[in-house]
């Protein structure tokens, strides 16, 4: 099993409440809130996240939420969950989802 991917789907799925946002700007507690309830659901459902490593999903999901809040603002937070609902493929997307390798080598990899 590949933590990496586990935590990537893991990821796609809390996208759905992710936010845009300009250089170092923050989200609305509502939002982080939001995104981090369904992140940490998500990764911790994932048949791909190993039962022991499920705990690294707060590590994993924080990762992503604070790279997400040095580049987008909160005032983008709706379209661009629009957007991932809808299934476009924006250029915002991909740089949220851009985050997944480097916060899954951040969270999963071996200690």
């Known amino acids: 099993m590949n933590p990496k991917r586990l935590v990537g789907v893991a990821f796609a799925i809390a996208c759905t409440l992710a936010v845009t946002t300009p250089a170092s700007a923050q989200w609305s507690s509502k939002q982080r809130t939001d995104f981090l309830n369904d992140c940490l659901g998500a990764c911790r459902k994932n048949p791909r996240v190993p039962e022991a490593q499920r705990p690294q999903c707060d590590d994993y999901c924080l990762c992503v939420v604070e790279g997400g809040q040095k580049l987008f603002n909160e005032a983008q937070?709706?379209?661009?969950?629009?957007?991932?609902?809808?299934?476009?493929?924006?250029?915002?997307?991909?740089?949220?989802?851009?985050l997944t390798p480097a916060c899954n080598r951040k969270a999963f990899a071996p200690r």
């Open 77 to 98: 937070f709706d379209v661009l969950m629009k957007d991932f609902a809808a299934g476009k493929q924006t250029a915002d997307i991909k740089q949220l989802t851009d």
